[in-house]
């Protein structure tokens, strides 16, 4: 890590700023992604006229994900993201995929399509 910030693109970080926001993953890990988990394996997604409905927590889950920037960790603060170095932005993701694999399909898709540019 402390080769990592030795790079441009990760001056404005220190250690402690990582171990920090990993407990923030932690804790929404424990506090929204784990408990609806539960949801997502009893009411499942619907589908109606065209639309698929989720599990109503999990809207709750994505807007604490948007709201807080766990979505894009890794992408360039200047489309929205943390800019954060991938070996921490993986363990993030290896946090909420444990703590909630069904809900993390919706923002791993995101991530994907945010990347598609029309060329």
């Known amino acids: ?64 994900m948007a709201e807080n920037g766990w979505i894009g960790t890794s992408t360039n603060p200047e489309f929205g993201g943390q800019g954060l170095p991938a070996v921490v932005s993986g363990i993030l993701g290896e946090l909420f995929t444990g703590a909630n694999f069904a809900f993390m399909t919706y923002p791993g898709l995101a991530i994907g399509n945010g990347r598609l540019f029309p060329w």
Not at 21 to 34: S, W
Request: proline share 5%; hydrophobic share 35%.
């Open 1 to 64: 890590m402390d080769k990592l910030l030795t790079y441009e693109a990760y001056q404005d970080f220190d250690n402690e700023d990582f171990s920090m926001i990993i407990d923030e993953a932690l804790k929404v890990c424990r506090e929204v992604l784990g408990p609806a988990m539960q949801d997502g394996d009893r009411e499942g997604c619907s589908y109606d006229e065209g639309r698929v409905i989720p599990p109503a927590s999990f809207h709750e889950c994505w807007r604490v």
